[in-house]
């Protein structure tokens, strides 16, 4: 029997259960509510005509809000009558891709004038028809104060295209801030010593015409020059970055006013780990900078360090992003056994040193096989000399100034040469060994065919190279190269890239930066 206390007992507990039901209702209600307001957020969706607005919008006020002005840039009317058509047959013609926000206020400036800088920094160019492709499209955005990312061949033009625009910036600086500044203004990284001095050479010009001061910093020579320089007070370093570490560990060099920063073949400086050593001379440097990033290829480990230092960049990309050669370069490949080499040279150098006045360059693999092939052909009675890591800096400087000269047509080098060696005039360049990665091949090569002009590369492919014969085809059918019949020879299939250092025991991610050393401490 139910008594009626339990009843009442019920009856009460389902009052309280429908209140409850109830009182959850309106709590319900303003979920259909806020979900009805979110429907205009949606509609944001469509604001395509807002974002194409924005980025034909230019963006000065924004970057002006810092401590240094960066825009110093003026379209002329000549640029500005450019109509949309015209500005897309010239990036068609030469294969520019422009990425990023306001890309399309950017249009390419087709002659000198038309970027509207003073006569007397201007006078730099007054050697050359027309600007370059990449000079032409990064000079508006790096005028412009916007950060960039340009990808590019060698022999491009990419060292004026930073160097004209960072100028103006420097000039704008100089005439404003009164006292003595703690460091420089301008800061060149470079992966080696030849690179470095190639910037300091189009900047060593400039000086002359603009009344700045520049050192360059490297390793291979004694401090004390660099140091007494920076004590002085500079306007621009170019550096390496080992040595640069070194003078700022010893107290030397401050670089907390750097509002211009360059990073040159950062492709290159992260192949030979120097990330490490970037990312802290970067965190030195005045958080308002200006940075630029100029590189041949642009793997994930470029892509992941533009993408943590650069500010909303403006990417420039002439050709491809992938490795590619200049396709004004016509490539002979020749395979050869090892025994025959040095008579094809000597062969070959009857046929393209005939003269013995056009300048011819000489890959080789290793040191030692640079002296002996020095040595062997002065005995032939060839005027030659070579440049190679068991010279020291002196040594080297002396035989790249004969080279460039024309006093010693005829130069012998490693691999330490293959970029940063901006040489005009190079005609030819020989392969004698072939090098241990495509890359490097790409970048031998690129020695020649630079500035606008047309170069030939033979290269000697052994037996022993058939590792990278089908990275090598791949680069000849890309450039609409001809392939010799004999390199099907070999197995053409692509492998997976090894890491530079470590090869097939490397980290299985290559093309990332490697992961930070742990230090383990034992207890005692």
Known sequence: MVSLEEVNVENVELKKEKKKKKKKRPIEEPEA??????????????????????????????EEEGPFKKNFYTMSEKTTAMTKD??????????????GKGKKTFKPTLTFDELGFKKNIMKICGKFEKPTPIQAQ???????????????????????????????HIKHRTSVEEGKRRGPIMLVIAPTRELAMQSQEVLDEASNLVKITSVCVYGGVPKYTQ?????????VIVATPGRLLD???????????????????????????????????ISHTHPSRQTALFSATWPDSVRELAHEFLKNPIKVTIGSDDLAAGTRITQIVEVIDDRAREARLTQLLKEYHGSRKNRLLIFVLYKKEASRI???????GWNCTSIHGDKNQEARIQAVESFKSGKIPLLVATDVAARGLDIPDVDYVINFS????????????GRTGRAGKKGISHTFFQSCDKARAGELVKVLKDANQEVPKEMHSFDL??????????????PKDYGQPMKKATKIVFDD
């Open 434 to 445: 072939f090098p241990l990665t495509i890359e490097d091949y790409v970048h031998r090569i």
């Open 33 to 62: 509510e806020t979900a009805e307001v979110e429907v205009p957020k949606k509609k944001k969706k469509k604001s395509k005509n807002i974002t194409e607005e924005a980025e034909n919008k230019e963006e000065p006020e924004q």
């Open 227 to 235: 140091k007494q320089a920076l004590k002085a007070g500079v306007e």
């Open 247 to 281: 003078l700022m560990e010893e107290g030397c060099c401050d670089l907390s006013q750097v509002s211009y920063l360059v990073l040159d073949e950062a492709d290159r400086m992260l192949d030979q780990g120097f990330e490490r050593d970037i990312r802290k001379i």
């Open 86 to 99: 015209e500005v897309k047959a010239y990036q068609a013609e030469h294969s520019i891709v422009l990425y």
């Open 374 to 380: 020095e040595s062997n052909l002065q005995r032939g």
């Open 138 to 168: 990064c000079w508006p955005v790096l005028a412009s104060g916007r950060d960039i990312i340009g990808i590019a061949e060698t022999g491009s033009g990419k060292t004026l295209a930073f160097t004209l625009p960072a100028l103006v």
């Open 493 to 506: 299939n692509i492998k997976k890239k090894e890491h530079k250092l470590y090869g097939s025991f490397g």
